[in-house]
């Protein structure tokens, strides 16, 4: 979940070294939790916003610490998808995309996390329409993609949206889907 909100904003160079450098900086989560924001925001200033991150950390860890009592998020794996997303996100900072990485990547649950490329990419591809927000965007990829294929399916789409499908100029002459895309060719 750190690595989500350090990810926000930033390459993932950036992310993992802010991330790299706040477990170097701090011996455990709780230690990030009681430790003054600007310390936390010394360790993360290379993925950018510091400031605003290392307040978003260090809330949501002192709100998990406060409702759980501890850090161990392991209570989520017996919670069916929907108790799990609700609970996640009512932490402080926590969205729909932090909630759905969490879930499907840390418990292997089938939420779908939209992130911008994927965003874009269902948008041409007419797995969403034009109307979609993005919070709906996670409901709406969850419920038409089978469970077993949303982790393969978000990384192929991430993927595909950083190399090929991209916001601008897409190179659609290399996409392996401009057969099925009903966009393909047709944005500049």
């Not at 993925?47 to 307040?55: C, E, P, R, S, T």
């Not at 269902?122 to 919070?135: A, I, P, V, W």
Request: hydrophobic letters at 40%; a positive charge; proline letters at 5%.
């Amino acid at each position: 979940m750190i690595m989500t909100v350090l990810s926000q904003n930033t390459s993932d160079v950036n992310s993992h070294r802010a991330f790299s450098n706040l477990r170097k900086e701090f011996r455990s989560w709780n230690s990030v939790a009681n430790a003054p924001k600007a310390k936390i925001a010394s360790a993360i200033r290379i993925g950018g916003l510091a400031n605003v991150k290392a307040k978003r950390i260090r809330d949501l860890l002192r709100q998990i610490l406060k409702i759980r009592g501890n850090l161990n998020l392991a209570f989520l794996a017996s919670m069916n998808l929907r108790e799990a997303e609700a609970w996640l996100r009512s932490l402080p900072g926590v969205g729909p995309k932090t909630a759905a990485i969490v879930l499907c990547f840390c418990f292997n649950k089938p939420a779908m996390p939209v992130d911008t490329h994927i965003f874009r990419v269902s948008k041409r591809l007419g797995l969403l329409d034009e109307k979609t927000g993005y919070e709906a965007a996670h409901e709406k990829m969850e419920s038409i993609i089978p469970a077993e294929d949303i982790f393969s399916l978000h990384v192929n789409l991430i993927s595909l949206g950083r190399r090929i499908c991209k916001p601008r100029k897409p190179k659609c002459g290399e996409c392996p889907l401009n057969s099925l895309c009903p966009s393909a060719f047709k944005i500049n």
